[in-house]
């Protein structure tokens, strides 16, 4: 036996002793398998899985102690998840932070507890309940001493209970067990009492040893590059990169130690893990070989250890580090791997040649299924990559975003996609306001192809709202399809329990007991597709809580939180401390200040459309934007040195200037010019004054003649018409008299018409009606009438009828009565009449006109005296007699009418006649008339004509003479202003020129040196005024804000309204009312207060206070109301709400 007694255990199964590696089980990794759930076992895990699973299944409790990322956590869940009977043990996980209180301990236990009976609580039948904490020690310690939580859990293991909150009865626990883990004290975590430390069997668990790490990582390494398939060339670098990564992890720690300023500079295994992580996302083996590898592992360590690093210094000692430690485990030379880096050929590899260093999957669209990771070598074509999902974002968007996606930008676009492609990968972007955290986070989203969510803070978003939008993330991530991103900024913190809840879920992927059970039992179901396609059929058998773990994976996988954070002031250090699963399970990117070439890049984008005279005056002033930013840098360095006071230098003062620059130099230049424009016009006006009074004297002489000679061929006109006038009224009043006569004539033939026509109208329809009847007499009709032998008396009345009309003779017939005798009857021709094909066209075609009056007195007297000579009497006999009665009697009607009409007719022709003589007489005196009239009309015309053109000339004559007045008066009146506003127009002309570079450092003072006193301003426009010279950029000798910006009128009235006429405060007024931003006013004096106070105070002026219980209310409705709001006594923070 070599050893001692502890690298042994005693198996009983066998009766045996083994050293802890023989106990080991055979380890495969599965393929497929993902890394995060990859679990090597070592002689460590294996010792402390026998240790934990003998205790807890005899009731002893137990407490593991060691550093961050050693893995007790994980050894202890798998112990008590997979390792133990899960039908006999139940696992009730929870994770404690330095704000978890006793109250939330509490209820997250009871919420996983079952009533068993009354006063009683439990696991479910047959099962013990393992309670584990994790992080036991990091609870704060509160005012006298104790640490509540921790007070708690030695309640429950001396006591066995403690008291019901809701029932206020004490409660027992049974059946359960206590373990817990924790991290030595230090750092954020503190000392537990003793009186709790004595229930628990102490474990602690050593870091592993490099041996360990290095077979855990070359076997994980080993086992990737082997199932897929890569070079052998490949697979013999497993070694050497888990060496290299090693070397790099411990040279982190010891070199890169925390401070103050630097308490993210805090490095665990997980960071080790992520190196190696990042290096098996290849998934192209082709065209992968040793330089691309190589290459792969300083942008994986880069991003891991480099990317938090915040001075020049540390990034010096980290690049020093890269080259050694590639030279010493590759065998190649640093600068020639990454030589194509060298895009100035300097022949060296320097921090800003690593920056060119990009490995993404972004260049293959988000749709696509497989996006390999791969290098990008083409900085051109990852910025049009970059911008085209830039363009692509803002089409789709509400909230659009303007960026200019300069190399800093994309740099950490590509870091934070690493940081998503990665599962459960999360990300702490720390940097100053403004420098883009947020909008390159929401770009790297929608590169990705993920949900978005951000929470909006309102008057009363609390902890209720707060958990509401928790629920929506985790079911988001959990039972959707999308992966999600909740991107979440310190300035949202409403209060700590928000971090709190963060911390949670990073560290468990839950926030515990945020679900109740009707909810739980909604997701359990959703999530059962998902079960069942990675587990198949299994997935039907699965438990409520099997399926509940299952949604918890999910969404440690598939949820990404990008928290952006600011590292100023304590408040970043502070939750740090207290909640170190901001650093322990997130990618840290640190934001450093705009490089120059980015600085450059943004003045270059948003100065483009500015006109400026050539390209090497924009040039300068892009390079003077950008020495500005870093002036402001080294006098805040400077005036927190002499004074002791901190000012901070941002992005946001960057874009700032050169806002206010494209602002102010457009308006002023406006103005300038319009005042230049007045002057110059004035000019214009007394020089044509001066021109026109000669001009004026020579065309009121010209006018004279011509005004005489107009006004005698109007007198001459106006004779001619006089003459004129008698003879067209004479014949005017003649051809009226005749008109008059005609007119009468006319009238009275117009009388004769009517009573013609009216006499007509009334024979006329009657003609008609019996034309119409004798078409609907058809020939069946007529032979039916034809065929009689013994004829209706009706019908035999009208046909004798018809036959007189026609001048048909009666037959001789013998007398039925006697034959003796012989009778004239009508009914044998009125047979043969009927008979004739003709017979009603004869009818139709019948002279009416001229009918014998014979005839007439026939049908009078003889026919239609009798009773049955009607049309009803005819239609009830036959339908032909009935047509044949109608048209009888309509020729006698017509026959009436015409005889009375005849007369009239004959009159009416004869009137008509004598008329139409009578019109033409008169027609032809008309024309004469007309001929008159036309002529004296043509005269009128010529006279008007000729009048007006006089008045014209009058007026005009006039006008001359008002002109020449009023010329004389304003050259004699202005000649003395001429020369002063030509002295003006040239000023104003100068001052125009002189504006570009006067608006600069105008814009300069306002963007950057508002927090500085006026020593340090002058010191610095000073600066700023030589250097504008030095570039030739056109600029006065003596630039200030008053005379640049100023208006006099304005500031007297400030001065009035109470502020100090001082230069400095006037400065200040200008910044207050030109800048974009709410102004911040350092005022220990008051001035600022009461100026305010007393120009505002006509416009409502709403003074609030941060103490105050409705500033909010007050806030929102000056907003919607357009009135101006003061808001006092602001210190180091601001309400979220306010942001």
């Given at each position: ?231 052998s060339e490949v697979q013999k670098m497993a070694g050497p990169l888990v060496t290299a990564t090693l070397e790099t992890y411990r040279g982190a720690m010891a070199s890169l130690l925390p401070t103050p300023l630097k308490s993210h500079y805090t490095f665990n295994l997980r960071d080790f ?867």
């Amino acid at each position: 036996l070599r050893g001692t007694i502890f690298d042994y255990v005693y198996v009983p199964t066998d009766g045996k002793w083994h050293t802890w590696v023989d106990i080991l089980p055979a380890h495969e990794i599965a393929a497929g398998a993902e890394f995060a759930n990859i679990l090597v076992p070592t002689m460590y895990t294996s010792q402390m899985e026998h240790m934990i699973k003998m205790l807890l299944e005899h009731n002893f409790p137990v407490l593991i102690c060691g550093d961050t990322g050693t893995g007790k956590s994980v050894c202890a869940n798998m112990t008590i998840t997979k390792e133990m009977d899960q039908a006999k043990y139940k696992p009730l996980c929870l994770g404690f932070s330095a704000k978890t209180s006793a109250n939330m301990t509490q209820d997250i236990i009871d919420g996983k507890l079952d009533k068993r009976r009354k006063g009683v609580y439990g696991p479910p039948m047959g099962q013990k309940a393992i309670i584990f904490v994790d992080d036991l020690n990091m609870p704060e310690v509160e005012t006298y001493g104790a640490q509540p939580p921790i007070e708690l859990i030695r309640q429950l293991i001396d006591n066995g209970g403690w008291y019901n909150l809701k029932e206020k009865t004490w409660q027992t626990n049974i059946d359960t067990t206590v373990m817990a883990a924790m991290g030595p004290p230090g750092g954020g975590r503190n000392q537990i009492t003793p009186r709790l430390m004595r229930h628990f069997n102490l474990m602690c668990f050593c870091e592993f040893d490099n041996t360990t790490l290095e077979r855990i990582f070359t076997a994980i390494t080993n086992w990737y590059y082997t199932t897929n398939n890569f070079s052998s060339e490949v697979q013999k670098m497993a070694g050497p990169l888990v060496t290299a990564t090693l070397e790099t992890y411990r040279g982190a720690m010891a070199s890169l130690l925390p401070t103050p300023l630097k308490s993210h500079y805090t490095f665990n295994l997980r960071d080790f893990s992520r190196v190696i992580q990042g290096m098996l996302m290849v998934t192209t083996p082709d065209d992968f070989g040793k330089p691309e590898t190589v290459r792969l592992w300083i942008h994986e360590a880069q991003r891991v250890f480099g990317d938090r690093l915040v001075d020049e210094s540390d990034r010096e000692w980290f690049l020093e580090h890269l080259q050694t430690t590639v030279i010493k485990n590759f065998n190649v030379k640093f600068y020639d791997t990454l030589a194509h880096l060298d895009h100035n050929d300097e022949k060296k590899i320097t921090v800003d040649t690593l920056r060119k260093l990009f490995f993404a999957d972004f260049m293959t669209p988000s749709e696509e299924e497989n996006r390999p990771y791969g290098e990008i070598m083409d900085l051109k074509e990852i910025s049009e990559k970059v911008d085209e999902y830039l363009k692509d974002f803002n089409g789709q968007s509400r909230k659009p975003m303007n960026l200019v996606m300069f190399t800093y930008a994309i740099e950490h676009v590509s870091r934070i996609s690493r940081v998503l492609k990665m599962p459960g990968g999360n990300g702490l972007l720390v940097g100053v306001g403004g420098s883009g955290r947020q909008s390159v986070a929401i770009l790297a989203t929608y590169m990705a192809g993920y949900k978005l969510f951000q929470i909006e803070i309102a008057k009363n978003y609390g902890q209720n709202e707060w958990r509401e939008d928790l629920k929506l993330v985790l079911t988001g991530a959990g039972t959707g399809s999308e992966q999600m991103v909740f991107l979440f900024s310190d300035t949202q913190i409403k209060n700590e329990g928000f971090v709190e809840d963060i911390n949670n879920i990073l560290n468990s992927g839950e926030v515990p007991n945020i679900f109740p059970n009707d909810e739980k039992v909604a997701i359990t179901e959703s999530v059962r597709p998902f079960a069942r396609e990675e587990f198949g059929k299994i997935a039907a058998d699965m438990t409520a809580m099997e399926l509940y773990a299952y949604f918890i994976s999910r969404v440690k996988k598939r949820l990404h939180i990008i928290l952006a954070f600011s590292p100023i002031g304590s408040a970043f250090r502070d939750r740090i401390r207290k909640f170190p699963s901001l650093v322990n399970c997130c990618a840290i990117n640190w934001f450093t200040p705009w490089p120059e070439d980015a600085l450059l890049a943004v003045a270059g984008r948003f100065l483009g459309d500015v006109k400026l005279d050539t390209p090497e005056l924009r040039h300068s002033i892009e390079t003077m934007c950008q020495m500005f930013h870093v002036d402001v840098k080294n006098l805040a360095e400077t005036f927190e040195k002499e004074l002791g006071r901190t000012t901070y230098v941002t992005p946001t003062s960057y874009l700032e200037l050169i806002i206010a620059l494209k602002l102010s130099l457009e308006k002023k230049r406006v103005e300038i010019m319009t005042a230049k424009k007045r002057y110059e016009t004035g000019l214009e006006k007394l020089a044509f004054a001066e021109a026109s009074v000669n001009t004026m004297k020579k065309e009121l002489i010209d006018l004279q003649p011509v005004l005489e000679k107009a006004q005698e061929d109007t007198a001459a006109l106006m004779v001619v018409i006089q003459e004129k006038l008698p003879i067209v009224e004479e014949k005017r009043g003649v051809v009226g008299a005749d008109a008059a006569v005609a007119q009468g004539e006319a009238d009275k033939v117009n009388a004769e018409k009517s009573s013609v026509e009216a006499d007509l109208a009334e024979a006329i329809p009657a003609m008609e009606a019996a034309i119409k009847a004798l078409d609907t007499i058809k020939p069946a009709d007529i032979n039916e009438v034809k065929g009689f032998k013994k004829p209706p008396a009706t019908v035999k009345l009208i046909c004798e009828g018809v036959c007189v009309m026609l001048g048909e003779k009666p037959a001789r017939v013998p007398d039925p009565d006697d034959p003796s005798r012989r009778i004239m009857d009508y009914w044998p021709p009125s047979q043969k009449m009927l008979a004739d094909p003709e017979f009603i066209a004869r009818l139709k075609g019948y002279d009416k006109d001229n009918m014998q009056p014979k005839i007439v007195e026939t049908i009078k007297d003889k026919y239609m005296t009798q009773e049955n000579f009607n049309v009803k009497a005819a239609e009830k006999a036959s339908g032909a007699a009935a047509g044949m009665c109608k048209w009888v009697l309509a020729m006698i009607t017509y026959d009436r009418v015409a005889k009375i009409v005849a007369p009239k007719k004959a009159a009416l022709a004869i009137a008509s006649e004598k008329l139409a003589v009578t019109m033409a007489a008169l027609a032809e005196k008309q024309g004469e008339l007309k001929e008159v009239e036309d002529e004296f009309n043509a005269l009128q015309d010529q006279y008007n004509a000729a009048t007006a053109k006089a008045e014209q000339l009058v007026a005009d004559v006039d006008l001359c003479e008002k002109k020449l007045v009023r010329a004389t008066q304003l050259i004699d009146g202005l000649g003395g202003e001429k020369g002063r506003w030509t002295v003006f127009a040239a000023e104003l002309g100068e001052k125009y020129n002189l504006l570009t570079g006067d608006v600069l450092v105008s814009a300069g003072v306002m963007a950057y040196l508002g927090p500085f006193t006026a020593k340090y301003r002058q010191m610095q426009i000073d600066s700023w005024v030589k250097a504008c010279q030095e570039k030739q950029i056109p600029c006065s000798e003596k630039i200030s804000l008053t005379g640049t910006l100023g208006e006099p009128v304005r500031i007297r009235q400030w001065n009035i309204d109470g502020l100090p006429t001082d230069g400095f405060s006037v400065d200040n007024g200008i910044i207050v009312f030109n800048a974009r931003r709410w102004p911040l006013m350092i005022d220990p004096q008051g001035q600022a207060n009461k100026w305010i106070r007393t120009m505002e105070k006509s416009e409502n002026l709403a003074i609030i206070k941060l103490s105050d219980s409705d500033y909010l209310r007050t806030l929102e409705n000056s907003v919607q109301f357009g009135r101006p709001v003061m808001l006092e006594n602001v210190g180091e923070e601001l309400d979220p709400s306010l942001e």
